[in-house]
């Protein structure tokens, strides 16, 4: 269980403040631009200090904990591969800072390629792919990380819709069983991809309710971001 | 949204550390020339000369520069030609040209026996005298003139092409609705940056100067060190040049900020094609002047080196060593300075970057050379005093082109690589080293280039059997065996081209995307 025990985080005359527990599953995440969405996974990662209350993971305060050493792993909407380093490479640093890998972690590389649809793409430079793919490589190292809670911050906003509904699929398929944060600013990804939903506006986080449920019948935070006729 | 910015954080140490290495080598040799100057005399009428001569002849070769550059400047904005962009490029070659280089070049188009003076001998006029304050002056237009008219090319070019259409609609005068704003913007810092460097360039007085009415300063402090031995007279020398280059300096980090000096290629504007046949043939001439001008000397001096080779004196290897070593000393020193510097962020970058934009080599050279006398023979270390003091000249050039990559890859980058743990040195290794490649191997050789070709602090120092190419030059020079000279400076310039062609090279394949 990830818990935000009545936590606040205060940014340049900006507060926001959040209660909630969140259990295994995909959690989405919405609200207005400056609402505070990437506030909120930012305190989660590890990137945003807070001003009051906890953040705890299976009963264990993350707050001592820098980014690389929480049970997180992220994606943001860009710069989530090294463009100078192979897609290789780049999921190596799954394993730790060094570029090397044993041939048992090659082979976990492969599997983890094969599990997005990139087979073959090892040594190709991020450059080289589509956007598509490259979002796919990313959710590669995601796997390779292999920790409990996954912070998705809009990384699939660039990619069409075709191509965002199979990345959402995707999502739901290989990260099953993780605790998984995703912001979006698309209600149908919302019905896409159902699970749960918090509505992030005007310095607070709303208690996760059944997306679907929410959204036949929203509340006023969410009725004003989703506008009349929703 | 709210992105909070995360940079890569790296090491801590080197920055502050290479702060204190680049400030002590740069205010050790300063205090050393004001703790002497109490000790000896003022300044006599030939410093005073001296002073006067230095600052007018720095004058005289920016307003003249600037004033041959607008026209060549607007002749390349407005005119598509076949070979622009090589005559942009040529433009280009006297900033890595060596100074005396330049000055051989022009000694074999002006000199007493050169093609100006030949030309005129055969029409029966009296010739043109190159030694002396025109000299200096016609040495400092050759080497800025190409400068001031790629700055001014891409003011031009930095004309919105909406402004010419508003022009032309409103049937005003493009001149004075836009091209004089223009200038009366860039041409204040042009100017200050011009005089800047004809303020401090030694081997130009050196070899065109002299005498009590074309004696700079730093041929003075020279002097002093070299035959009059009165290291006293030549710290108040350095200290009276120290102060008038710092007020220069110090103006123009105020006012030049619309100075930019790397190669933008200038695009032509506006439609001029209907042009009179007139306008357009008086641009032409324009350009072909200028061309000559620079290409001239270089070529003939290429020219001559070349069929020379055969004159190369038996003192050229262990020169051209000397050279290597020095130039390869001062790249390092440069390069590990600069990335020290830059990964400790801007603010010590700023710092550091500004103080070697302050003394000139031969002051600094001076300085040091104060210091060194204390302990031990100068000549003894002429080599590796060089090597630092072109490094520390070079820095600010390696600051400009590493620190904005890095400083971008810092926040591009900050949070993947804080989410992946990838920080201090691992940081530099993997992220910010692959993706410097290209700049570094600039810097690299843009560094390299220039200490080969410096004739300055090693004039101050240097022993017997202690030349480097510059030096061995001016040696052949002085002995009237110009023939050699050339061949020495064929093999210079061809040597620092090749530095900078593999450095180049070497930086574009495999560089990061």
């Known amino acids: 269980m990830l818990h935000l025990d009545d936590m606040a985080i205060r940014q340049a005359g900006f507060t926001l403040t959040a209660d909630l527990t969140l259990a295994a599953g995909v959690t989405s995440v919405i609200g207005p631009s400056g609402g505070g969405k990437s506030t909120l996974l930012g305190a989660i990662g590890g990137f945003v200090p807070l001003e009051r209350g906890r953040i705890t993971w299976q009963g264990t305060d993350l707050a001592k904990r820098g980014p690389a050493d929480r ?12 463009p100078h380093l192979s897609v290789q490479k780049n999921l190596a640093l799954a394993f730790g800072p060094r570029l090397r890998v044993t041939a048992e972690q090659a082979d976990q590389i492969a599997v983890a390629l094969d599990r997005v649809g990139l087979t073959g793409y090892a040594d190709r430079l991020p450059g080289s792919l589509s956007g598509g793919q490259q979002s796919r490589a990313g959710l590669a190292r995601v796997l390779l990380q292999d920790r409990p809670i996954v912070l998705l911050d809009e990384p699939f906003a660039a990619l069409g819709p075709a191509m965002r509904a ?5 999502v739901a398929e290989v990260l099953k069983g993780r605790t998984v944060l995703m912001v979006t600013h698309d209600p149908t990804d919302l019905r896409r991809i159902g699970g749960d939903l918090i509505v992030v506006a005007d310095g607070s986080v709303s208690t996760p309710a059944p997306a679907q449920e929410m959204l036949d019948n929203p509340p006023p935070a969410l009725r004003d971001y989703l506008g009349q006729g929703q | 949204m709210a992105r909070s910015a995360v940079a890569i954080s790296l090491p801590r140490w080197p920055a502050p550390l290479a702060a204190a290495l680049v400030a002590s080598a740069i205010l050790g040799p300063l205090v050393a020339l004001l703790w002497l100057v109490p000790s000896v005399g003022g300044m006599g009428p030939a410093d005073w000369a001296a002073v006067r001569f230095t600052v007018l002849q720095a004058a005289a070769s920016a307003t003249i520069s600037i004033l041959l550059a607008v026209p060549v400047a607007r002749a390349l904005a407005r005119r598509e030609f076949i070979g622009k962009a090589a005559v942009l490029t040529l433009l280009g070659a006297p900033f890595v040209l060596p100074v005396i280089v330049a000055v051989l070049g022009l000694l074999a188009v002006f000199g007493r026996s050169g093609l100006v003076n030949q030309s005129l001998a055969m029409l029966g006029l009296p010739a043109v005298d190159i030694y002396g304050a025109q000299g200096v002056v016609l040495a400092h237009v050759f080497l800025n003139l190409p400068l001031a008219t790629r700055v001014l090319v891409q003011g031009w070019a930095a004309v919105p092409a909406e402004h010419l259409r508003l022009a032309a609609s409103l049937n005003g005068s493009v001149f004075r609705l836009i091209e004089l704003p223009m200038l009366r913007r860039l041409v204040p810092g042009l100017w200050l940056v011009i005089a800047l460097l004809c303020l401090s360039s030694f081997a130009v007085a050196l070899i065109l100067g002299g005498g009590p009415k074309a004696t700079t300063i730093e041929l003075a402090i020279y002097q002093a060190i070299r035959f009059q031995f009165d290291i006293g ?10 102060a008038i280059s710092a007020g220069l300096a110090l103006a123009v980090t105020k006012l030049a900020t619309g100075v930019i000096v790397d190669g933008a290629r200038g695009r032509t504007i506006g439609n001029w094609q209907r042009d009179s046949l007139a306008k357009q043939i008086v641009d032409m001439i324009w350009i072909g002047a200028a061309v000559l001008f620079v290409a001239g000397p270089i070529l003939l001096i290429l020219l001559r080196g070349g069929v020379m080779m055969g004159a190369l004196p038996d003192a050229f290897v262990g020169a ?12 390092g020193i440069a390069l590990a300075l600069g990335m020290a510097l830059c990964i400790g962020g801007g603010r010590w970058a700023a710092l550091a970057g500004v103080l070697p934009l302050m003394l000139s080599g ?10 060194a006398n204390r302990f031990v023979d100068p000549a003894l270390i002429g080599l590796p005093v060089t090597a630092l003091a072109n490094g520390l000249a070079a820095l600010p050039f390696v600051l400009r082109s590493i620190g904005p990559q890095i400083d971008k890859d810092r926040l591009q980058f900050g949070r993947l690589s804080a989410s992946l743990g990838v920080q201090g040195w691992q940081a530099v290794r993997i992220v910010l080293l692959p993706r410097l490649r290209r700049p570094l191997c600039f ?7 220039m200490s080969m070709g410096d004739l300055g602090v090693i004039a101050l120092f240097s022993g017997h059997d202690q030349a480097t190419l510059p030096l061995l030059m001016l040696q052949l020079m002085g ?3 110009n023939d050699a000279a050339a061949a020495v400076a064929a093999v210079l310039v061809l040597a620092s081209l090749l530095i900078i062609w593999v450095l180049d090279w070497g930086g574009r394949s495999h560089a990061a995307p």
Do not use: K, W
């Open chain 1, 166 to 170: 199979e990345m959402l699929a995707l």
């Open chain 2, 320 to 331: 051209m060593i000397r050279s290597l070593c020095v130039a390869g000393a001062a790249t």
């Open chain 1, 71 to 82: 049970p997180v792993s992220l994606l943001f909407q860009d710069n989530n591969l090294f």
């Open chain 2, 362 to 371: 031969l002051v600094l050279g001076t300085g040091m050379f104060v210091i």
């Open chain 2, 443 to 449: 810097a690299a050789g843009l560094t390299a280039a």
């Open chain 2, 479 to 481: 002995s009237y065996q």
């Open chain 2, 233 to 242: 007279h030549a710290a108040v020398l350095a200290i009276v040049q120290l």
